[in-house]
C-alpha cells in the first residue's frame, strides 16, 4: 500500500511539473480574436515562461492573434499548435526597432530576441507576417513600395541575433513584408519540416538568411518567396560575429522570383564550407547562385543531387533565367541603398572578394537561361568543377531574354547577348565532365553556343556534349 502511494506521488508530481512548464497565451489575457493587440498577452507568457527557467508557450488552436512585436527568451519554446496563427499587426507605427541597428532603412523586427539559448519554434500553425498590408500598388509581376522617412517600418517577420542552439520546426511562415527568417551572428541550428510561403511578388521578402553563423542544418523544407529562398551571407552592420561556415542544405523544394539558394550579393567577410544537397528548384528565376559583391571571399561549397526548372521574369528582379550563377564584381556605388551601409566604412569605392573552389555535381537545368560565371579579372574566380551537368534550353515564358545580369556591380549590370549553354568569362581554372547541352524543340530565339569562354585561364572539358531534344 505504502508502495503505491509513494508511486501516485511521484506520477503526480510528475505530472504537475509537466503542467507548470507549459503557458498558454490566453491565460496570460490573449483574445485571439484577430482584432485585438495580443502582443503584450504573449510576451506576458514568454517573460513568465523564462522566469520560470524555462518551458513551452503554447499558442493555443483555433484561433487568431493579432500582435505588435514581441521578443523571444532563452529556454523557451514557442509552441503554435495546428490551427493557430499569430498574426502581424497592420499598423506600422508599432514597428520602431530597425532590423539592422544604426542602418534605420531597410525594415522593422516583428519577433526578435538577442543573446539567447535553446530557444524553438514548434509546432504545425502558422506565423503570418501580413506582408501585403504594407505594400503600395500592385503591378503584374510585383508590388510598389512605399515611400518612408527614415524607418521602412516594413517588418522582419523573425530576427534573432547572437543566439546559440535554435531550433525550428513544423511551422509554417508566411505573407512576410520582408526577410521572414533572418539569424545573425548564431551558432548550432536546425530548421526542418517548415513550411514558408511569402507572395513571390513581394520584393525582398527573402525566406532564410543565414547571416555570420555557424553550424546550421536546414532540412526537409518547402519555400515559396518573392525574393531569395535561402541566402548566406555576412552584412556589414554586424561583422563582429565572424564567418559564415559549416552549413548544410537538403531536401528542400524551393520557388523564387530571384534565386532559390544564394550565396551573397552581401559578404564582407568569409563564407565557407557549405553543402547544399537533394534539393528541388521550381519555377524560379536563377536556381543557385553566387553573387559576390563586396571585399569577403567564398570558398570551398559543393552543390549535388539538384533538379532546377528556371523561367524570365521582369527587370524588377535580379536574374535572367540562369540555373547556375556565380559573379564577382565590386559592389555598384551609383545608389544609395547599394552604397551607404553596404561599403567599408569611410570608404567610397568597394572591391570583391575570390570565389574559389566550388563544386557542381549531377544536377539537371531546364529553363530559359543558361550557366553564367563572369569576375573582375581571373584572380576573383578560379577553380571552378562541374561534373554531370545537364543544361536543356527552352523557350517558356513571352519575357524577353539574350541578356546576361550582373547587376549589382560596378560594371554594366545588364549586357545584351546570345545566351550559352555555358558561358565562362574573366576566370581562372574550370573543369567541365561529363556534361550537356540539349536544345529544347522551342529553342530560343537568343540561343548562342553550347559553350563559350572569353579570358578564362584554363579550362578542361572532358565529354561534353551537345544536342537537340528529340535526338
Same mark, same amino acid.
Given at each position: ?22 503557458? !498558454? ?83 522593422? +523586427? ?8 535553446? +530557444?524553438?519554434?514548434?509546432? %504545425? ?7 501585403? %498590408? ?111 561556415? !559549416? ?56 552543390? @549535388? ?16 533565367? $540562369? ?33 574559389? !573552389? ?23 574566380? @578560379? ?5 554531370? +551537368? ?44 561529363? @556534361? ?8 530560343? %530565339? ?5 559553350? $563559350? ?19
Amino acid at each position: 500500500m505504502k508502495l503505491k502511494l509513494i508511486l501516485a506521488i511521484f506520477l503526480l508530481s510528475g505530472f504537475f511539473a509537466n503542467a507548470q512548464s507549459k503557458f !498558454n497565451i490566453k491565460t496570460y489575457g490573449a483574445v485571439g480574436n484577430g482584432k485585438t493587440n495580443d502582443a503584450v498577452a504573449i510576451q506576458k507568457a514568454i517573460d513568465a515562461c523564462s522566469k520560470a527557467g524555462g518551458g513551452q508557450v503554447v499558442v493555443p488552436a483555433g484561433h487568431v492573434y493579432l500582435s505588435g512585436p514581441f521578443n523571444l527568451k532563452s529556454f523557451v519554446e514557442l509552441r503554435v499548435e495546428g490551427g493557430a496563427k499569430i498574426l502581424a499587426s497592420p499598423d506600422e507605427k508599432l514597428y520602431t526597432e530597425s532590423a539592422f541597428g544604426d542602418n534605420k532603412g531597410e525594415g522593422t +523586427v516583428w519577433i526578435g530576441g538577442k543573446d539567447l539559448q535553446q +530557444v524553438s519554434i514548434t509546432g %504545425s500553425g502558422e506565423i503570418d507576417g501580413n506582408g501585403i %498590408s504594407f505594400m503600395g500598388e500592385e503591378l503584374d509581376d510585383s508590388y510598389v513600395l512605399k515611400p518612408f522617412n527614415v524607418v521602412d517600418p516594413r517588418p522582419h517577420l523573425l530576427t534573432l541575433i547572437g543566439c546559440k542552439k535554435l531550433n525550428i520546426d513544423g511551422v509554417t511562415f508566411k505573407n512576410s513584408a520582408y526577410w521572414t527568417v533572418h539569424l545573425i551572428g548564431c551558432d548550432d541550428v536546425a530548421i526542418s519540416n517548415i513550411t514558408l510561403l511569402n507572395s513571390i511578388k513581394i520584393r525582398n521578402s527573402d525566406g532564410i538568411d543565414i547571416d555570420h553563423s555557424k553550424n546550421v542544418r536546414i532540412t526537409n523544407c518547402y519555400i515559396e518567396s518573392g525574393d531569395d529562398c535561402i541566402c548566406l551571407k555576412n552584412r556589414r552592420e554586424f561583422e563582429k560575429y565572424g564567418p559564415c561556415e !559549416n552549413i548544410v542544405i537538403s531536401n528542400c523544394t524551393m520557388t523564387s522570383s530571384s534565386c532559390a539558394i544564394k550565396i551573397g550579393s552581401e559578404n564582407m567577410d568569409r563564407i565557407s564550407k557549405v553543402l547544399i544537397n537533394n534539393c528541388n528548384i521550381v519555377n524560379s528565376n536563377r536556381g543557385i547562385g553566387i553573387q559576390n559583391r563586396d571585399e569577403g571571399t567564398v570558398s570551398d561549397v559543393i552543390f @549535388s543531387n539538384l533538379v532546377i526548372e528556371s523561367k524570365l521574369f521582369s527587370d524588377v528582379w535580379w536574374g535572367k533565367a $540562369e540555373p547556375i550563377y556565380i559573379t564577382a564584381y565590386p559592389r555598384a556605388t551609383s545608389n544609395n541603398k547599394d552604397a551607404g551601409w553596404r561599403l567599408p566604412k569611410g570608404e567610397t569605392k568597394g572591391r570583391v572578394g575570390a570565389v574559389t !573552389n566550388i563544386y557542381f555535381s549531377n544536377i539537371r537545368c531546364t529553363g530559359e537561361g543558361g550557366v553564367y560565371i563572369s569576375g573582375e579579372n581571373p584572380e576573383k574566380i @578560379s577553380n571552378i568543377y562541374f561534373d554531370q +551537368v545537364t543544361v536543356a534550353m527552352e523557350k517558356t515564358t513571352k519575357q524577353p531574354g539574350g541578356v546576361y545580369d550582373r547587376r549589382p556591380s560596378n560594371v554594366e549590370g545588364m549586357v545584351k547577348s546570345d545566351i550559352a549553354g555555358f558561358y565562362f568569362e574573366n576566370t581562372g581554372y574550370i573543369s567541365l565532365q561529363n @556534361s550537356e547541352v540539349i536544345w529544347g524543340k522551342a529553342k530560343p %530565339s537568343y540561343a548562342g553556343k553550347a559553350l $563559350e569562354t572569353k579570358d578564362v585561364t584554363k579550362i578542361k572539358s572532358v565529354n561534353f556534349t551537345e544536342r537537340d531534344a528529340d535526338k
